[in-house]
């Protein structure tokens, strides 16, 4: 039970430790978006665009902040570039267009694809972006409107404005326009040149004369009316001047009259207030007296009750303080059940950890002996694997010493063709600028010179070692000569790579006035060949699809004589001392020729690098036994037909089922055949007494190819 509490423990931990990594990795990839402003996430297959927030991965996403608020545009025209009204009349006029991106995904995708999220957020661009449609938008209703019809009906002229602009800008929408300034442009800054402004000159001239006109006529009518007035307004005030000393005469007599009547009346009042006055303090004195008595009666009644309420206050703390006594002693009493328990609940804790911990050094015990048993077992594997090891390099080792002995044995073979080696591989390097050739005409000497020395050594083996010494003698000769040649080659070489540069450049100026002389003609032929019809462009065309083809053909053609002509010197080369029997012509001529040099190098190879081979021929090889006696022995019983048409695989057979104790040699040889495809080859063509047509027998050097 234990357990599986503390496996739902580490499983809850679990849990929550990833529910907690999960919020935070959302926390931390989490953007929030400002009012105003939407967030443009590139995703792998598509865009999605939010306006509160979203999730952003940093590889896989990236995201684009766009503000999509109210932004405003100005458009400014004064002076010569003023707007022109109807009557061609120029105003100076500066409105401001009130713009802002819809908040629907559509419309901000298609605004951020169509200027990008920082042209869209930057005001300077937008200004940029709108200037030339608002202007133009601007010039066109103004042009529809008299000058004062710009200000009478400049509601009219706004919503033209926003009709011809349109509210759907791409994404944008045109919430409103507002005209800020609106003035005639001053006829200082028109130009008497255009017929536009001299339209418009002569119209505001024609009406600022009636104007002038007109506006004189009220000014005298003005000083008219102005001195008209002056006049009844002099006799109006001299009238009411005197109207009013009569009226103040009038006033002063009744303000005396008055203020003696109002004196009588009031001393008559005093003398009544005063009586009054008298009667009312006897009164107050008299209530005055009966409240005194009254506010001692209720003081002593008041004392009382304070005396009383005292009493029962005090008796009431008296019992709170018991009470709160009472409370803390049984509070205190159950904090210590409290302790006690939390006690009893930690000594069980200390038993479950010792109990776990028991388990845990169970646990660690095992897996000691378990890494000690694995480490016995790796210490066993480790000790068989050196053993392996050991055993492989010395078989290596061997297998080594085996190849090294047989080069060395082919070294001694083929040091009569030291010298000619020497010398292919001079030509080679001094040969860079016809490396193909070169390299087929060494192959081809190399090849040629290979075959007789194998044959010489194969014949003459007394002779070694006073050729070898020879050849020693000669290669040093050679190449000390071949040093100081490829010397003089360098220094060749490089003069001739200074005049070939000046050359270049000479020919890359010459090219670059020629291409350009092909670039005038091909752009005269192109603008030619447009002027064709339809049937005359046809047949250039055709003639000049023949000619393409007639010069590949002729590519063709020369890149096969090339090839014709390496091998042609190759061969003379490589053959000019054999004595050759040419059967076969053209082309299978020398893919014949190559295939049997090829094949008897690969027979050489195989009888020199196979013990088994080695094992089966020797005695044909060092000459102790005659291959051509021991086969017609064999085959003594057979006939000339039978031999000719006996192919390897069958001699090998039969040499199988006679050879006895040999036989698994045998059948190694005959598994090496079919390896190198020797295994259906007629045993005529290997003894030399037949040639097949397209093929060649080399006989003036003792071998056979």
């Known amino acids: 039970m234990d357990a599986i509490s503390l496996g739902i423990g580490v499983l809850i931990a679990v849990v929550l430790l990833i529910v907690i990594a999960i919020a935070f990795v959302i926390t931390r990839l989490f953007r929030k978006v400002e009012q105003g402003k939407a967030l443009i996430i590139s995703k792998t297959k598509k865009v999605d665009v939010t306006f509160t927030g979203a999730v ?42 009130f713009v802002r991106v819809n908040k629907t995904v559509e419309d901000v995708i298609k605004v951020a694809q169509s200027i990008g999220t920082a042209r869209a957020s930057d005001k300077v661009a937008i200004q940029e972006f709108f200037a030339a449609k608002f202007s133009e938008a601007l010039k066109t209703v103004g042009k529809q409107l008299d000058f004062v019809d710009l200000y009478t009906k400049r509601e009219e002229f706004r919503d033209r404005i926003i009709q011809v602009i349109g509210t759907d800008l791409n994404g944008y929408h045109l919430d409103d326009a507002a005209i800020d300034f609106l003035e005639q442009t001053p006829m200082a800054q028109l130009d008497g040149a255009n017929i536009l402004d001299a339209q418009g000159i002569r119209k505001i001239t024609e009406l600022t004369a009636i104007e002038h006109v007109r506006t004189n006529e009220f000014q005298r009518t003005e000083q008219k009316e102005i001195t008209r007035q002056d006049v009844d307004a002099r006799e109006t005030i001299l009238e009411l001047e005197r109207r009013q000393a009569e009226a103040e005469i009038k006033q002063r007599r009744e303000v005396e009259t008055l203020r003696a009547r109002e004196e009588a009346a009031t001393a008559r009042v005093q003398e009544e207030e005063r009586l009054g006055s008298q009667s009312a303090f006897i009164k107050t004195e008299e209530q005055l007296g009966i409240q005194r008595e009254n506010q001692a009666r209720e003081i002593a009644v008041a004392q009382k009750n304070r005396e009383r309420v005292i009493a029962v206050e005090s008796e009431r703390i008296e019992k709170d303080r018991m009470l709160e006594v009472i409370g803390r002693e049984r509070e205190t009493e159950l904090n210590r059940i409290a302790a006690t328990k939390e006690v009893e609940a930690e000594r069980r804790e200390v038993a479950d950890v010792i109990r776990e911990r028991i388990a845990v050094d169970r646990t660690v015990a095992e897996q000691e002996e378990s890494i000690l048993t694995l480490r016995a077992v790796e210490d066993a594997e480790r000790s068989r694997r050196s053993v392996i090891i050991a055993a492989e390099a010395e078989a290596q080792e061997k297998l080594v010493k085996d190849i090294k002995a047989a080069e060395a044995a082919e070294a001694a073979s083929t040091h009569l063709a030291a010298e000619q080696l020497t010398l292919a591989e001079a030509r080679l390097k001094t040969a860079d600028l016809d490396a193909q050739a070169k390299l087929r005409l060494a192959e081809g000497i190399q090849a040629e010179t290979a075959a007789p020395g ?103 053609l020369e890149v096969q004589r090339q090839v014709a002509e390496s091998q042609a010197t190759v061969l003379a080369t490589g053959l000019e001392n054999a004595d050759i029997d040419i059967v076969g012509g053209e082309s299978v001529f020398f893919d014949r020729l190559v295939s049997s040099i090829s094949l008897g190098k690969a027979v050489d190879g195989f009888v020199d690098n196979s013990q088994t081979a080695q094992a089966l021929a020797g005695p044909w090889l060092d000459g102790s036994s005659s291959f051509t006696d021991d086969l017609s022995r064999v085959l003594g019983s057979v006939s000339t037909g039978d031999v000719q048409n006996l192919t390897v695989s069958a001699l090998l057979m039969r040499l199988m089922g006679s050879s006895g104790a040999a036989s698994g040699q045998v059948e190694q040889l005959l598994a090496a055949a079919k390896e190198l495809g020797l295994a259906d080859l007629p045993v005529s063509s290997v003894a030399g007494t037949k040639v097949a047509p397209g093929a060649v027998s080399l006989n003036g050097a003792g071998a056979q190819g």
């Open 56 to 97: 952003v991965l940093p590889v896989l996403h990236k995201a684009e902040t766009m503000d999509i608020s109210v932004k405003t545009i100005e458009i400014r025209r004064a002076g010569r570039e003023g707007l022109i009204c109807q009557d061609n009349i120029r105003a100076d006029i500066q409105i401001t267009f």
């Open 454 to 556: 194998l044959a010489a050594v194969q014949v003459r083996d007394a002779e070694a070692d006073v050729t070898e010494k020879a050849g020693l003698a000669e290669a040093e000769a050679t190449a000390a000569r071949l040093k100081a040649e490829a010397e003089g080659s360098r220094l060749k070489a490089l003069a001739e790579a200074e005049g070939t540069q000046a050359r270049a450049t000479a020919d890359a100026a010459v090219i670059g006035e020629k291409l350009k002389a092909e670039a005038a003609g091909l752009t005269e032929k192109a603008a030619a060949m447009a002027a064709l019809d339809e049937a005359s462009r046809g047949h250039e065309e055709y003639r000049l699809r023949l000619d393409a083809e007639k010069e590949i053909r002729l590519a063709g």
